[in-house]
């Protein structure tokens, strides 16, 4: 087996070609092996704007995989005996409250980490994301409870952001520091996380970070930060693969760190927990004859090629990241980039697994960029037709409805308030707070408009469709993405507008 396993110069073929092939400008790649650095290298620039290249100090968003540290500073304060793990979340935080009373009274600390809450998938993220979002942790708090569930209380999995913010308030209101302070004073200062930071205001200030990229219209653009301050619990930190590095080789050691291991982060009870499933995700094979996924406290679990793996993955505006450790073979791989290609870490994530389970004649880069092309050819496809659409509506002015009947302030509940205007002859969409969702709106069809933000780079780019009263006046509307391969994030489909004004 040991001779199908990537040398260090395999590894950088590998990246190199993956970043070709995915038009990623940067990234930094490490592989943990028995204890030691297998490999570690970094690889291009951190971003197109400076040409700087990526160094082992280069801050990267890890995005959610920041979800993990909050599932393991809460093991800490259950460790503590501060909390349990099925602690309800209404007796550290009273005002915390969802649609259903009974779903309210029963939430647990738990529950904020398992994605089992029957809020649908990303609820309420546009409370946080993009980064220029006012919400405010106690209007969000508040706002849980407008946001309609799509399942019954832990009976399904749907991925969560919001229940991770609660989460962090938690370690914060349990600790009687902040989440920011907990988490260094706890995790990075024991590991010797010297270059991993919390706060979007030291983050922009660093020198040495990278920018998210976005491939608009073919060319490279530079994007701005996704989440507001408050979202830093369920994805927010940003660190340098050296400080992810020892990270992910404390988890493989079971919490334990230090010359001797003979520190440790948590229990081995706690750690534990965190890798044991607590909702199914799925079942069946996939790659690697993986015959259930789960998710636990902060870590996806599954079986792959007879090995327990716990893995997870990050998505910011323009970056992605991926942790991966198998305990039984002492592996972990961190990939850490600057573009927003989820295709290009799995390649080379599974690329390197392959050499440990003696796998030959896989090409996964061309399996995931095979499929990657394929979904953005579909996604182009629809794209197109409705801007055919468009085209057709405006040639036939006659259709056109009349755009006074539209303009108006129109509120919806956890959201706020959107302001359609009529300005140079087209309707304009703002959102009062949330300056990115801020575009045009051009006639589709019925009483529906197509809205093109400003920033091309959010590529979430909305319909949104009109209620009318008896008079054919608007009265409400809802949303709904363009392209199929709009950010989740973006969950149009959870808003209700109605007019006020």
Do not use: C
């Amino acid at each position: 087996m040991r001779s199908q396993v990537l040398s260090n110069s395999q590894i950088d073929s590998l990246v190199q070609k993956t970043m070709t092939t995915f038009n990623v400008p940067g990234m930094a790649v490490a592989v943990l092996k028995d204890g030691k650095m297998y490999h570690k290298n970094t690889y291009g620039i951190s971003s197109v704007k400076t040409n700087a290249p990526v160094n082992e100090n280069t801050l990267f968003g890890v995005a959610s995989n920041t979800k993990a540290f909050t599932a393991a500073a809460l093991g800490q304060l259950v460790d503590q005996k501060k909390i349990k793990w099925d602690t309800k979340v209404n007796d550290i935080i009273p005002e915390f409250k969802l649609y259903d009373p009974y779903v309210t009274s029963e939430f647990t600390i738990r529950d904020l980490l398992t994605h089992r809450s029957g809020l649908g998938l990303g609820a309420g993220d546009l409370m946080v994301f993009p980064a220029t979002n006012t919400t405010t942790m106690e209007e969000m708090i508040h706002n849980m409870r407008y946001l309609k569930p799509v399942s019954s209380f832990r009976s399904k999995y749907d991925y969560d952001n919001l229940l991770y913010i609660i989460a962090g308030e938690i370690v914060a209101r349990v600790s009687n520091t902040s989440y920011d302070d907990y988490i260094a004073n706890h995790f990075f200062k024991p590991l010797g996380m010297t270059r991993s930071l919390l706060s979007m205001a030291e983050i922009d200030a660093d020198n040495n970070r990278i920018d998210g990229h976005s491939p608009v219209d073919g060319k490279l653009q530079t994007t701005g930060y996704t989440f507001t301050q408050i979202a830093t619990p369920a994805g927010g930190i940003y660190a340098s693969i050296n400080d992810m590095g020892k990270w992910v080789q404390a988890l493989l050691d079971e919490g334990k760190y230090g010359p001797e291991l003979q520190d440790s982060l948590f229990t081995k009870a706690t750690y534990k927990e965190l890798l044991t499933p607590q909702t199914l995700v799925r079942s069946g094979k996939g790659h690697y004859n993986t015959h259930f996924t789960a998710y636990g406290l902060g870590f996806f679990l599954s079986d792959v090629n007879g090995y327990f793996q716990a893995t997870h993955t990050g998505g910011l505006l323009g970056i992605v990241s991926q942790v991966v450790f198998l305990p039984e073979l002492e592996l972990g791989i961190i990939v850490l980039t600057n573009q927003e290609s989820g295709a290009a870490f799995n390649a080379i994530s599974n690329s390197i697994k392959d050499g440990y389970f003696a796998i030959k004649g896989q090409d996964r880069i061309k399996e995931y960029n095979d499929r990657r092309l394929e979904s953005e050819r579909k996604a182009d496809s629809i794209v197109a037709a409705v801007d055919r659409d468009i085209a057709a509506q405006l040639k036939n002015k006659k259709t056109l409805p009349d755009p006074a009947d539209y303009v108006g302030t129109y509120n919806d509940s956890w959201f706020g308030d959107v302001i359609i205007s009529h300005q140079n002859k087209n309707l304009h969409f703002k959102a009062s707070k949330l300056s990115d969702l801020t575009g045009t709106m051009s006639f589709y069809k019925g009483t529906t408009y197509a809205v093109r933000w400003n920033d091309p780079s959010l590529k979430a780019d909305a319909f949104v469709t009109f209620s009318l009263d008896i008079e054919g006046k608007a009265n409400g509307f809802t949303m709904s993405p363009i392209s199929p391969l709009t950010d989740f994030s973006y969950n149009y489909q959870d808003l209700d507008f109605k007019r006020v004004d």
